[in-house]
């Protein structure tokens, strides 16, 4: 992994005109809107902040489809809008999940009434705390757009502790005692777990999506892909420009856990690998000469235990 960089960019088209100008606004993320001409082809210049520039080809626009935005900068709802240039078959049905941890946990369906766009709006209230996905597919199992969005921690545990020392001496038995309450101070019973570290040796690591949080380890590291620079600026507040760079990681490092046409489209497969009624060793026996296989070959092979006990068994190597 590396650290972000700020970078300006500019798009042009395929006559070099300038269409669009963006920049980065949070950890090397940034976004753009562009409404793409049909047979029209762009390409991004990028500079970054030693000045060098660096060109990238932008796919090629699709000539149909639906376009989905997401605002999740409400406190009390998740608000969708979907459109499309007019060329849809709208009489085919559409339907829109969310998705959380593998989960569906609302259905829509989508109806066009006519129209180009729709919007509907989806009570937080109702969702999981944590990565939530909306997809829009069709009965075929085509996905026409998908969508990450992050739904914040709202119950939280208060951890109150007394009896801790300033100092302890080694091997000094430690005795404390402490309460979990909620935000209203009513005591919760729950399960938890408690890790103690001596603070004087303690030094940050720079483990891929490494923080302190187990609550943003859980809810955005495990569900995003790649290494995500200062997890835990992410869980520091709960404002508009903390929704926002959230919402950028998901539209950048977001990945999906299923395929969704390999699902309603199952591929015939071999297994490779049938279920093991014992210990099964694989391998190929192959010359010290210009590694070649040796066929014909008595091979043995004896397995060990820490106790010295031991298993063997023989075979002879094919082609």
């Known amino acids: ?16 005109e300038r269409v669009v100008e963006t920049k980065t606004t949070h950890q090397g993320m940034g976004r753009f809107a562009l409404t793409p001409t049909e047979g029209e082809s762009y390409h ?47 009489t085919k049905a559409l ?12 259905f829509e369906q989508i109806k066009w ?19 939530n996905q ?10 026409y757009a ?47 777990s408690l890790a103690v570290r001596d603070a004087d040796t303690d ?8 923080g302190g949080n187990i609550a943003a380890n859980l809810l955005l590291g495990s569900e995003v892909k790649g290494y995500i620079h200062n997890l835990d600026y992410y869980f520091e507040a709960d404002d508009e420009p903390h929704r926002q760079a959230l919402d950028l990681l998901l539209c950048t490092q977001g990945w999906r856990r299923y395929d969704w046409e390999k699902m309603i489209h199952p591929e015939e497969f071999t297994v490779k690998y049938p279920a093991e009624e014992g210990i099964l060793i694989r391998g190929e ?21 820490g106790a010295g006990r031991s298993l063997k068994g023989s075979c002879l190597s094919d082609s």
Not at 154 to 163: A, C, E, W
Request: net charge positive; proline share 5%.
């Open 44 to 90: 991004m210049q990028v500079t970054d902040e030693k000045g060098k520039t660096h060109l990238f080809n932008l796919p090629t626009p699709e000539t149909k489809g639906v376009v989905m935005t997401v605002n999740n900068m409400n406190d009390k709802q998740v608000e969708v809008h979907l459109s499309h240039n007019g060329r849809m078959d709208t």
């Open 113 to 131: 009434n006519g129209n180009t766009s729709t919007s509907l709006s989806i009570a937080k209230e109702t969702l999981p705390e944590g990565v």
């Open 134 to 143: 909306l997809t829009l597919f069709d009965t075929d199992g085509r996905i």
């Open 285 to 305: 026996l192959t010359s010290t000469f210009r590694n070649r296989i040796k066929e014909g070959a008595d091979i043995k092979v004896f397995l060990y235990n």
């Open 95 to 106: 339907g829109l999940t969310v998705m959380c941890r593998g989960r569906v946990v609302q």
């Open 146 to 192: 998908d969508r990450l969005f992050f739904i914040p921690l709202t119950r939280s545990v208060q951890f109150s502790l007394n009896g801790k020392k300033a100092i302890y001496q080694p091997r000094e038995k430690v005795e404390m005692n402490f309460k979990l309450t909620d935000t209203e101070g009513n005591p919760v019973r729950t399960m938890f």
């Open 203 to 210: 030094t940050p690591t720079n483990e891929p999506n490494g």
């Open 1 to 16: 992994w590396s650290n972000p960089i700020s970078v300006n960019g500019i798009i042009y088209n395929s006559r070099q």
